[in-house]
């Protein structure tokens, strides 16, 4: 990402499937960093929505998507 792009990551739970979204987004160079996670988007959903502004240019991440 360059310096004040942002991305946004959505995962979406199915109703009654019991899966509880959570995304994580991390840097994918030297030692990995977690710089932003969301469980919950909403009260009273198992929804995740993560919104990342990148705040200095040349960095890699990535995305992990998984359920909790």
Do not use: C, I, K, W
């Not at 990551?9 to 509880?20: F, I, K, V």
């Not at 960095?59 to 909790?68: E, F, H, I, R, V």
């Amino acid at each position: 990402l360059n310096e004040g792009q942002t991305v946004t990551g959505d995962m979406t739970s199915t109703a009654g499937g019991g899966l509880d979204s959570f995304l994580r987004l991390r840097t994918d160079f030297g030692v990995p960093t977690t710089v932003a996670t969301n469980d919950n988007a909403a009260a009273g959903t198992l929804n995740a929505r993560l919104t990342f502004t990148a705040p200095a240019g040349g960095g890699s991440y990535a995305l992990d998507a998984m359920s909790n």
